[in-house]
């Protein structure tokens, strides 16, 4: 979900669903060959919703008819994935790939027709985030 304020929209979405969220991450995500500046939290309890700050001139934009922004879903072999979903007709929209050396695949968004775009994360980050989202449970009060 992106939203134009990150803490307003925490507050509020935290007392509507009573949500416990993971620290705020603020990071240059990586999109290319290039990177945006990013500001994003996880809820603690799955499904793990995603709240993005808006980051204007990039994908990460509000829209006058949804600010749900994507569907996350880990991947192993991501780049077999990323190929099944352009085949489906998904283009390929954005890709986030490690620094060098490593330049491994860590995430792709598709656009699909329905005017949802689907994520797909590499799996190998995934107990790296489960440990985050543990952290901010064992945090709740």
């Given amino acids: 979900m992106v939203v134009p304020r990150l803490e307003e929209a925490l ?7 009573g949500l416990v969220w993971t ?3 603020e990071t240059d995500v990586p999109v290319g ?3 945006v500046p990013l500001r994003f939290v996880y809820s603690a309890e799955p499904p793990h919703l995603e709240v993005i700050e808006e980051a204007p001139g990039s994908v990460w ?3 006058p008819h949804s600010n749900l922004h ?9 780049e077999g994935e990323r190929d099944r979903l352009v085949a ?3 283009p390929l929209e954005i ?20 005017q ?7 799996a190998a980050l995934r107990p790296l985030m489960e440990e985050g989202f543990a952290a901010a449970r064992g945090a709740r009060p």
């Fill in 116 to 122: 949802l775009r689907v994520e797909l994360v590499n």
């Fill in 88 to 90: 489906s007709g998904c």
């Fill in 23 to 25: 620290p705020v991450v």
């Fill in 70 to 78: 994507h569907i996350g879903f880990w991947a192993d072999g991501l």
């Fill in 61 to 63: 934009v509000c829209n």
């Fill in 95 to 114: 890709a986030g790939i490690a620094p060098e050396p490593d330049r491994t695949a860590l995430y792709t968004y598709h656009a699909d027709p329905l």
């Fill in 33 to 35: 060959d290039s990177a």
């Fill in 11 to 17: 507050d509020h979405l935290g007392a509507t669903l």
